[in-house]
């Protein structure tokens, strides 16, 4: 299996007999929930879809996984969602065919997808790999594989030589799963530029589903959203603290 970063997404391309784009937490919608909490911004949808449509193009894949949180509102769908995802997921399904593996942010999400496209809550294997969001524990047919999931929004903190943090950058964390019967876990960063990130320290404790309590607190691996290799969490720490 190897996979392939692309930076401007975030998206991840997995190619073992056939090539899967993977992006995950686009919350499109967000801007209308950040108005809704008094911070007004005008959309981004079209310039967030656009990195999504460029990577396909870039890549050619055979599928396109989006990982849950596609739509932001919850419970209900935003006035703002029922304009903007019908012609997002045209132009996605124009390019490649999509499945969606549905994210607690997804209530409702079937109404904007054809019957093949949505995914178990719990998680599907897609050529030999189990793609889910994250929030839920993965399904029993899944155990022992690589589980490629969304929902933690992993960043990493940089720090100059002084240990003051400069900024929080978007990563990917690779781990072996806790007592999770050889399985692994390859958690992808939010596509979405207003969504946030928990440091990989934290997400531990963080309390984001079931799959952050399986993380390896000393041998998971961090990278950047361009592939630049940061190192295993034992070593992340022990430079925080030098």
């Known amino acids: ?7 401007d997404c975030p998206a991840l391309l997995m190619e073992n007999t056939i090539r899967v784009l993977v992006v995950a937490d686009l919350h499109f919608g967000i801007e209308s929930g950040l108005a809704r909490a008094g911070v007004h911004v005008r959309s981004r949808s079209r310039e967030r879809e656009g990195r999504v449509l460029a990577a396909i193009r870039e890549t050619a894949p055979d599928l396109v996984v989006l990982l849950g949180d596609v ?9 703002q969602e029922y304009d903007e995802l019908p012609g997002i997921l045209d132009r996605i399904r124009a390019l490649a065919p999509l499945r969606v593996a549905p994210g607690n942010h997804d209530g409702g999400i079937g109404r904007f997808l054809r019957d093949d ?13 189990g793609y889910l969001h994250g929030h839920t524990w993965p399904a029993e047919d899944l155990a022992g594989r690589l589980l490629v999931i969304g929902h933690l929004h992993p960043a990493v903190s940089l720090c100059d030589e002084v240990g ?3 900024r929080a950058e978007p990563a990917y964390l690779y781990s072996p799963a806790v007592d999770g019967e050889g399985a692994r876990l390859l958690a992808v960063p939010a596509a979405c530029e207003f969504a946030g990130g928990v440091d990989v320290l934290e997400l531990g404790r963080s309390g984001l589903g079931p799959l952050s309590r399986c993380i390896d607190q000393e041998n998971a691996e961090v990278w950047l959203r361009d592939g630049t290799y940061i ?3 034992k070593e992340i720490r022990e430079q925080r603290c030098a």
Request: aromatic share 6%; hydrophobic share 35%.
């Open 117 to 129: 496209e949505l995914l178990p809550a719990n998680g599907a294997e897609i050529d030999g790999i």
């Open 71 to 79: 739509k932001h509102s919850v419970p209900l769908t935003s006035r």
């Open 231 to 233: 190192g295993r969490l």
């Open 164 to 166: 003051c943090s400069l």
């Open 1 to 7: 299996m190897r996979p392939t970063f692309f930076p």
